[in-house]
């Protein structure tokens, strides 16, 4: 998307004069769990308007990267909820000298368009959170963390009684039995979690894939595929489904 582009793409989603627009914003969107849940809030909140999602997408393998999801079901995703994905592609190899070039030209283009905010995901790793600050304020942006704190036992319950629906598209073995990958992540999924892995994966000991909840004008239909191990990482596929009549999501924003 080119810098020409982004700006107009910008302007065309206004919907309300600029004395009462909300703010507009990018959401760090990895298509799993804890973005969703930011984007519940967000949603919620009221307060500022998500004009994109920022998803990193492996070159290659064209799936986002870490989680191992198809970019069709990402796609699927983004029109699902109605707001336009930005993938960014990073090399299968890559530096973290690659990763920072890349996010940083693309991040330059919305802040040329007027965005100068990022909403993330991140739960509690300060460490994690520092690096997106740092990076974000090299180029004169700023970071937003709308379910940071929050008790990762109480959001992995609330998350399901929300109405949300997800898969663990990924399995790190060194931190968690690869019998989980392919779960849904459910109550008994909950239940049957060592007490040593956070419920939320919030330490990388999972990944998932979110294809139903309030915040979706559809499901993103989907079928478990192969299991794959890819070094200490087991990815299990999902095969996107023909798509399906929408439903009313008039009063999302509040549920």
């Not at 990193?56 to 191992?68: I, L, P, Q």
């Not at 990763?99 to 990022?118: D, N, P």
């Not at 239909?221 to 596929?237: H, L, N």
């Amino acid at each position: 998307m080119r810098q020409r582009s982004v700006r107009a793409f910008i302007e065309s989603r206004r919907t309300e004069p600029i004395s009462m627009a909300k703010e507009r914003i990018l959401l760090g969107w990895s298509g799993g769990k804890d973005s969703s849940l930011a984007l519940h809030k967000l949603l919620a909140q009221d307060q500022q308007e998500v004009v994109a999602l920022l998803t990193t997408c492996t070159e290659g393998f064209r799936r986002v990267s870490m989680h191992g999801v198809r970019c069709s079901l990402l796609n699927r995703q983004a029109e699902a909820l109605g707001i336009p994905c930005r993938k960014i592609f990073i090399p299968r190899e890559c530096t973290n000298e690659d990763y920072e070039r890349l996010m940083r030209g693309a991040c330059l283009k919305f802040k040329a368009a007027g965005i100068t905010r990022i909403a993330f995901g991140d739960l509690f790793l300060e460490d994690i959170r520092a690096y997106r600050d740092r990076m974000l304020a090299a180029i004169g942006m700023t970071a937003l963390y709308p379910v940071w704190g929050l008790n990762t036992q109480q959001l992995a319950r609330d998350f399901i009684r929300a109405g949300f629906r997800a898969t663990l598209v990924c399995v790190d073995s060194q931190q968690l039995d690869t019998s989980f990958a392919g779960r849904t992540f459910d109550d008994a999924f909950l239940d049957t979690l060592p007490a040593h892995v956070d419920p939320c994966g919030e330490n990388g000991e999972f990944h998932t894939f979110v294809h139903d909840g309030p915040i979706f004008r559809q499901p993103v239909t989907c079928s478990p595929g192969q299991v794959v191990q890819r070094g200490q990482f087991y990815f299990a596929d999902l095969l996107p489904h023909s798509k399906v009549a929408g439903r009313n999501l008039q009063n999302r924003t509040t549920q």
